[in-house]
């Protein structure tokens, strides 16, 4: 059974918690990805933004410019051990309705939505295009 | 920012499968291209949308890579007018769930897949534009 680990993206893109939304675009549009892991002074990831977050900011009127993303962020994400299968994490991605999961080598906790503790270290992202390219193969 | 037209960002190149090719071939597809979604076919009759999101639910429904596309295709698809600004597209993107839409000409929102969009305008699409005021379209 084909694992995460195979066809996740190693290493994770971050930015700033007091980022701007334009900022974030700005990463989006550069590093060609859907989403970024929002991180603290340390480097420590605090959260997750995706596009869609910094669309639904601005139909609600909030300035691109003006807002953090932290205002908007998801201040927790789903992970998955990298151990797992590509079916779990295709089980996991359609019940809790993401299309990322940051991949860690630890034990999986018990419950999904996480501690901090697990986020420290992921070892990268597996998103739903990795899944297409799965199928692909 | 985001008072541009539709008509002025969206990409006219549509990439397209029949409905009858396996999940794995149409993902070859859509990996090959780097994208997210592809409009099905019936020979020179669009009838679905596959994306990625309905090709994570195959795969979680335990269906093989040679299940046909109309398996898991959706025969509807998540419209915007090419005369609509930016900013009306990305409300529509929201209201809707959905991270591309497909410009046909008086459509807004969900609609029956019948005829050959213009083109499509996606999410990248508007966070260009909010990044550099611009848009990458064309």
Same mark, same amino acid.
């Given at each position: ?9 190693? %290493? ?22 859907? %989403? ?10 605090? %959260? ?27 201040? &927790? ?24 999961? &940051? ?20 070892? %990268? ?13 | ?11 006219? *190149?549509?990439?397209?499968?029949? /409905? ?16 997210? !979604? ?26 093989? /890579?040679?299940?046909?596309? =109309?398996?898991? +295709?959706?025969? /509807? ?9 930016? +900013?009306?597209?990305? @409300?529509?993107?929201?209201?809707? !769930?959905? *991270?591309?839409?497909?410009?046909? @000409? ?5 609609? =029956?897949?019948?005829? +050959? ?9 508007? +966070?260009?534009?909010?990044? !550099?005021? *611009?848009?990458?379209?064309?």
């Amino acid at each position: 059974m084909a694992k995460v680990k195979e066809y996740m993206t190693r %290493g994770v893109y971050t930015v700033d918690r007091r980022a701007t939304l334009k900022e974030v675009a700005r990463a989006i549009a550069k590093y060609r990805v859907s %989403g970024l892991a929002v991180v603290d002074e340390e480097g420590e990831i605090v %959260g997750v933004v995706s596009d869609t977050d910094v669309l639904r900011a601005i139909t609600e009127g909030k300035e691109p410019e003006r807002t953090r993303v932290e205002e908007v962020m998801t201040p &927790f994400a789903l992970i998955i051990e990298e151990e797992a299968s590509m079916e779990e994490a295709a089980r996991m991605m359609v019940h809790e309705k993401v299309h990322r999961l &940051f991949v860690v080598r630890e034990e999986k906790p018990e419950h999904p939505s996480l501690s901090k503790q697990y986020l420290l270290r992921p070892a %990268g992202v597996l998103t739903s295009s990795d899944i297409v390219a799965y199928i692909a193969e | 920012m985001l008072e541009m037209r539709v008509v002025e960002c969206l990409r006219r *190149s549509i990439i397209t499968v029949e /409905k009858g090719m396996s999940i794995r071939d149409a993902a070859r597809v859509m990996k090959n291209c780097g994208i997210s !979604g592809v409009l099905v076919m019936e020979g020179s009759k669009p009838v679905g949308v596959l994306s990625d999101t309905d090709l994570v639910k195959a795969l979680y429904r335990g269906l093989g /890579k040679d299940a046909r596309v =109309e398996e898991v +295709m959706s025969r /509807k698809f998540f419209c915007v007018d090419p005369s609509a600004t930016l +900013m009306e597209a990305a @409300r529509i993107m929201t209201e809707c !769930g959905v *991270s591309r839409l497909f410009v046909v @000409r008086g459509a807004r929102g969900e609609t =029956e897949v019948r005829e +050959m969009p213009e083109g499509i305008i996606s999410v990248s699409d508007i +966070m260009a534009a909010v990044a !550099g005021g *611009s848009c990458e379209g064309c």
